[in-house]
């Protein structure tokens, strides 16, 4: 019989102590086979992380996620102090330049009445970040609402907002536009935003009331009703904070269509109206004339399709963090 | 490493020394260190083990089903019929795969296709590796539904996995697995999710159609009463290593190594309740922090220096017989 | 209340889930019955456990107890009150006193809540159980316990093991000190080592809390070791209640019968001369289930008389002046002792 000679290793922390609290992760990559398909990518460790620290630790560590909110931190910057980069004034007309290229002091060149088209770039993001975040915080607020308590009760009144819902998905989204701010004379942006609320809440509902069943089918809901907790306290402290993230991420990513949308209700004249500077009515008034003045056009489209882009990459990126699907 | 025991024959399946490790983010889990099993035709091998200890990746990696990344083979050798799969190529280990290597899995309903009748499945298994006509292989998997003891096969053969029971799925699987009459069978957990009435009856057709096709069987499983029913031998596996390996009815009547002894105490007994059940302390290892020396001493009332600074080899503990324990003869002795 | 009466006292109890068909009209087309007409009696310090295989309705049982699910019919007295009719503060109150220890280690626990909080969550919802000041203190004395390091108060359940993550669910069901837990597959969930830990500790507990157990699970094996009296249900309703020893080692039930010696015991030596009852088909379903008695299909005692007549849950007549073990309640009309468990 052979001698054990096995090589000498390290020794010391050999105790149960320090294996105790790694276990999970023995446990979790067993319970992954036990499901069927083998091991996960990420076994969790003994280090203290919730879903949240985890999609930080992702977050940071993903270029699109880092370059789209640096644009959208951007974007927001001038959205709010437009002076900061543009000194000029938007509205001030000067016939004489209209459709005229670059100058100098003047990058982006003049529109059709002679304004900077580089000012109104630059004042125009204020409408669409308004749109779009209001838009989205209206929607994300009462479609997770709905959705939820929907979710949670269930019985008439999930039929009752789900029939709803079905009703408010089958509008077309542009006709439903033109016919309703047609008839609206208000110039600032709230009549958009309640549109896209109006349209919005039933896609985030569906989703909010669906991880709130899924959620809610959790034993741990299970233990809190068997102590006696209160419907608030389930909602609050067992079925919302395991619910949230799927409607975050879809409202990440609705953020960046609702920006598209007022853009084209603009362009088509029922979204906002001038003197409201933006960039669907600017790309609107410059349509005709893409051929002798093209830049007229290009910089406020230019301008949009990258706030849009930032925003549905920053959704991605959002959902691949947070979605335990693809963990 | 290797026992050297000589086999009387060349056995069917010989896995030497091999070694699985997963890459995650958060360090390397190693699975499997250096494992050693072999199988001959018409045996029952138990490979039995608690969550974590590697028993399924093995069986994985035999099967070359291991999802990689993040998986990988880092090591060893898996012989069937004395050609190393690990140097084949894909189309060839695909080949092996279905045709002389078949596998079982835990849970039937999640491993069959919810879209195809199981008809179609069966009959795809033929279709696919012998050419059958679509007559031929509908009337093919009928005969395997009526073998595997599915009643009314035929009127059934057109039906969906979720229209039968948990036990006529696992049949369906047994089916499957038995199409082509593989040369082995891994069965991974296979009666885990049935109840025992069932669990009985699908246990006793595994057994049957063994003995039937003369086909080798590795029955993965943490049930100890299970592998008393059934096994021949059994290769007993902690936190990614085999640290036993016996003929069933010497394992049960004197076990080689305390964490096999530890797991035979602490099954609680159908006869009337005396006492507390004998627990193994603590929690097995982690897989990114394997202990130094022995694996198991962390856990082991028999720990002693030795052990927290060399791993044990397989010990050869008797004929046909090792531990890798280096106090096996006490632990023997202690149990006789 | 006598020492002997019983603390729970279950009559009749009855759960039929509603199958109903149509979008705004719902009709209703049936109804699966979980539970159809139970009784069973828990004593003070007593374990009650209850054995069957999926589908028997034995989970159904549990939810019913701890106020889960309501009861179509039948009564679940608890020191003498109708808990099934209470609501509002006097359920919260009745529900202080009966718990419940979930199956899944990984599911029964907020992922989003540290250990404290969830051990905590009782006193919580019940804060006249402990005083605000002293819930930190009481809940790290629940986790010494249970054999969990107090210190490990501030963690995530993630970081836990099964086996450890099952003594905090443990450790939540006794913070209110309660006289009943209801454990529904304790540790189905759990490894063969660390299971016998947790039989341990919960034998340990009921012993140092003066706690009754109702134990339900499909380890026949494990509810031997836990239980004082075994009621064995099939579709629905119990088939054969009795002592540890009347039910494992005097079985007088098909059904039991064949239960038990589908068990695979940890033996090889057994092999041989064990008898296997290998039962043929399987389980019909709960929404149509056979008339008489509901094991008939697969029994093959089965007579015309089973077809017709639903055997009561008694002392079968035939077994009425024995004065053995056999002597117990069994819901067979052919009943008969059988020895089916091998000595080991």
Redesign the interface.
Known sequence: MPEPHVPKEAIGHGDGGTA??A??E??SLE?AHAAGPPPPGGA?T?R????WSDAWHDLRRNPVFVLSALVIVFLVVIALWPQLIATGNPYRADLAKAQQGAAPGHPFGYDLQGRDVYTRVVYGARASITVGTCATAGAALLGSLLGGLAGFFGGWWD?LLSRLADIFFGIPVLLGGLVFLSVVTSTTVWPVVGFIVLLGWPQVARIARGSVVTAKQ???V????????GNG?MLL??IA??AVAPVIVVATIALGTYIALEATLSYLGAGLKPPTVSWGIDISAASTHIRNAPHMLLWPAGALSLTVLAFIMLGDAVRDALDPKLR | MTEGGVPPAQPLLDVRDLRVEFRTRDGVAKAVNGVSYTVAAGQTLAVLG??GSGKSVTAQAVMGILDSPPGFVTGGQILFRGRDLLTLGREERRRIRGAQLAMIFQDALSALNPVLSVGTQLGEMFRVHTGASRKDARARAVALMERVGI?AARQRVGDYPHQF?G??RQRIMIAMALALEPALIIADEPTTAL???????V??LLAELRREYRMGLILIT????????V?DTIAVMYAGRVVETAP??QL??APAHPYTR???E????????DR?????KG??PSLTAIPPGCTFHPRCPLARDLCRTDRPPLYEAGPERTSACHFWKETLDGAR | MAPDDPLLDVRDLVKHFPLTRG??VRKQVGAVKAVDGISFALRPGETLGIVG??GCGKSTVA?ML???ERPTSGRIGYRGQDITRLSGRA??AV??NI??V???P????????TVGD?VG??F???PEAAPKGDRRRRVQELLEVVGLNPEFI???P???????RQRI?IA?GLA?RPEIIVADEPVSAL???????V??LL??LQGEFGLSYVFIA?????V???SDRVAVMYLGKIVETGT??QI??HPTHPYTQ???S??????????AHRE?I??S???PSPADPPSGCRFRTRCWKARELCARVEPPLAVPDVLRDATGPARHASACHFAEERRV?P??
């Open positions: 105790a609290l276990i999970g023995a446990e319970r969790p003994g203290p992380r919730s879903l039929a959790n034993d741990y299970q233990a809190a009703r068997a102590l006696g907790a306290r402290r067992h904070p395991n | 608690e969550s009643p029971s036990g006529m109840d025992v009435t069932v669990q009985a009856q246990m006793d943490h049930d100890l009463g299970v592998v008393a029913d096994a069933v009815h049960y009547k530890g797991l035979l602490s099954v609680p007994r159908l006869g009337p309740k507390p059940l004998y627990a193994i929690l097995p | 979008v705004l295989e999926s939810r701890v106020g889960l359920l919260k529900r202080r718990q419940m979930f199956q899944d990984y599911t029964s626990l907020n992922p989003r809540m969830i969550e009782p919580a919802i019940h501030n963690r995530y993630h970081q836990f093991s099964g086996g450890q669910g939540r209110l490894d063969v080592s660390v299971q016998a830990q039989v341990n034998a340990r499909h380890d026949l094996s494990v031997r070791h836990l540890g020893e494992y080692d064949a239960l038990l589908a068990v695979p015991v940890p033996d090889p030596e057994a092999r296997r290998l039962l088909g399987d389980v468990v000595n080991t």
